[in-house]
């Protein structure tokens, strides 16, 4: 099954059927926590806390798959079983590195790429204001119509509706450009 298909599998509330497919991974995720000093119970709840940490991006993030599936979902646990290392003061990042997993590296920083810009892109939104996340919400999060997002906003047409959306817009393309300079 295509990495697109289960994605949309997920989006469409059928991500019982995109996870059966998705534990053909977990054999190459116990091997690389049992050689990390793991258990068998480790590996499950962190492949576990991937698949809720995966469900979660695709469904309410604007999710954008830079990588095979399988490379996201091994960086994601190699991640989380670094951050259960460090936590319990048994080892440190650098033993969690292998020379030979670039990809997964690459995968890791895009995905902290992702997560950052996305967490921009909140705060920015936040800061608009009610309406505005509102109305942005339901355009490009719900895939709402302009003429229903006038409706439902109390706008007075669906012209309103669009200026409304682009002056938001702008509003935000103005704050990220202060961050941007600010950070």
């Not at 994605?7 to 049992?34: C, G, Q, S, W």
């Not at 993030?61 to 091994?74: A, H, P």
């Not at 906003?153 to 450009?177: D, F, I, V, W």
Request: net charge positive.
């Amino acid at each position: 099954m295509s990495d697109e298909l289960i994605i949309e599998l997920i989006k469409t509330n059928k991500e019982d059927k995109a996870f059966r497919v998705l534990y053909k991974h977990f054999p190459m995720i116990r091997k690389m926590i049992i050689s990390k000093g793991g258990k068998m119970e480790d590996a499950e709840d962190v492949f576990q806390e991937a698949l809720i940490i995966l469900y979660k991006k695709v469904r309410y993030t604007e999710f954008n798959l830079t990588s095979k599936l399988s490379t996201y979902l091994y960086s994601i646990c190699r991640f989380l079983w670094k951050d259960i290392l460090i936590k319990n003061g048994r080892q440190d990042f650098s033993d969690m590195i292998d020379t030979n997993e670039d990809n997964q590296e690459t995968g890791w920083a895009e995905m902290k790429e992702q997560e950052s810009a996305l967490s921009i892109s909140e705060k920015i939104i936040n800061e608009l204001g009610n309406r505005c996340k509102e109305l942005l919400i339901l355009f490009y999060m719900e895939a709402m119509k302009l003429k229903d997002i006038a409706s439902r906003m109390g706008y007075s047409s669906e012209n309103t509706a669009k200026n409304q959306k682009y002056k938001c817009l702008e509003s935000a393309k103005k704050r990220l450009k202060e961050l941007k300079y600010l950070g």
